[in-house]
T-cell receptor, first 106, second 111 residues
Framework: KNEVEQSPQNLTAQEGEFITINCSYS?????LHWLQQHPGGGIVSLFM???GKKKHGRLIATINIQEKHSSLHITASHPRDSAVYIC????????FGKGTRLHILP | DAMVIQNPRYQVTQFGKPVTLSCSQT?????MYWYQQKSSQAPKLLFH???????NEADTPDNFQSRRPNTSFCFLDIRSPGLGDAAMYLC??????????FGPGTRLTVT
């Protein structure tokens, strides 16, 4: 069974800081997802990765298949980025990490 | 434009009283998923459909049932809700092996 570990569990930073959230998994996968969940529950899919790097606005996601590791970066962080960020991996099913709670202070 | 729609957004039901949550999609995706998410926990997959092919997770209680009458709609039926079933219920859709698109969720309260 794939184990998905995220770090840190909680992160508080000042507006403008560069943010990195890490995800590691134990077994080979076909894809990795980064999701964002705001208070109130709705989940938004940010990225789906199977290799390399993707960028969307201030968000960058990278994955290293050999090391079984992915990172989500937020540049020029803003209070509206405050949310829970969830890493999920797909092997024969989707397995979710426990999430990283990010709080950006103005 | 909303692509995955869940109704209602908030549902209050009484202990033991059957409740149905609905999900609809405009993406024409052939896979639909139901997740249960309790406070501060990761979403837990309850079941999913590949087209009409129903796939139940081994640890999903029998109290939870699902129906998918057509590509666009999927329902989650909780036959006898208990206090432990209070949670956020998330619907998602995807193409096979593709990115999942989530609905806004239905928050269920059991009194």
């Amino acid at each position: 069974k794939n184990e998905v570990e995220q770090s840190p569990q909680n992160l508080t930073a000042q507006e403008g800081e560069f943010i990195t959230i890490n995800c590691s998994y134990s077994v080979g996968i076909s894809a990795l997802h980064w999701l964002q969940q705001h208070p109130g529950g709705g989940i938004v899919s940010l990225f789906m990765l199977s290799s390399g790097k993707k960028k969307h606005g201030r968000l960058i996601a990278t994955i290293n298949i050999q090391e079984k590791h992915s990172s989500l970066h937020i540049t020029a962080s803003h209070p509206r980025d405050s949310a829970v960020y969830i890493c999920a991996v797909r092997d024969d099913k989707i397995i979710f990490g426990k999430g990283t709670r990010l709080h950006i202070l103005p | 434009d909303a692509m995955v729609i869940q109704n209602p957004r908030y549902q209050v039901t009484q202990f033991g009283k059957p409740v149905t949550l609905s999900c609809s999609q405009t993406l024409n995706h052939n896979v639909m998923y139901w997740y249960q998410q309790k406070s501060s926990q990761a979403p837990k997959l309850l079941f999913h459909y590949y087209d009409k092919d129903f796939n139940n997770e081994a640890d999903t209680p029998d109290n939870f049932q699902s129906r998918r009458p057509n590509t666009s709609f999927c329902f989650l039926d909780i036959r006898s809700p208990g206090l432990g079933d209070a949670a956020m219920y998330l619907c998602a859709t995807s193409r096979v092996g593709g990115e999942q698109y989530f609905g806004p969720g239905t928050r269920l309260t059991v009194t």
